[in-house]
Nanobody
Framework: QLQLVESGGGLVQPGGSLRLSCAGS????????IGWFRQAPGKEREGVSC???????YYADSVKGRFTISGDSSKNTVYLQMNNLKPEDTAVYYC?????????????????WGQGTQVTVSS
């Protein structure tokens, strides 16, 4: 059973940056596609970015040019660098791992989820 743990959330002013981490209990970069999702209050969970096990990367239009997904196989960790944050980026951010593939910036199948980390963008 793969376990995922997110960290790095917090309160940041508009225009600021945060880096989220998704640490896996196994070799997530070798065997899984990893997606980042977010859920704002009263809204459905939405895909933000996805990285396939082959290194293909996809972003939602709303974050393209501001967010960067990357991985460190030595740490079994996937990162989401978030720059130029906006109030509308406020949400709980989740990472998920899937054994199939990215469907654009979404995951085809979401087999495992982390517990989430809160990101609040406010002045």
């Amino acid at each position: 059973q793969l376990q995922l743990v997110e960290s790095g959330g917090g309160l940041v002013q508009p225009g600021g940056s945060l880096r989220l981490s998704c640490a896996g209990s196994g070799r997530i970069l070798d065997y899984y596609a990893i997606g980042w999702f977010r859920q704002a209050p009263g809204k459905e969970r939405e895909g933000v970015s996805c990285m396939s096990s082959g290194g293909n990367i996809y972003y939602a239009d709303s974050v393209k040019g501001r967010f960067t997904i990357s991985g460190d196989s030595s740490k079994n960790t996937v990162y989401l660098q978030m720059n130029n944050l906006k109030p509308e980026d406020t949400a709980v951010y989740y990472c998920a791992a899937g054994t199939t593939y990215c469907s654009g910036y979404d995951l085809d199948v979401r087999d495992y989820w982390g517990q989430g980390t809160q990101v609040t963008v406010s002045s």
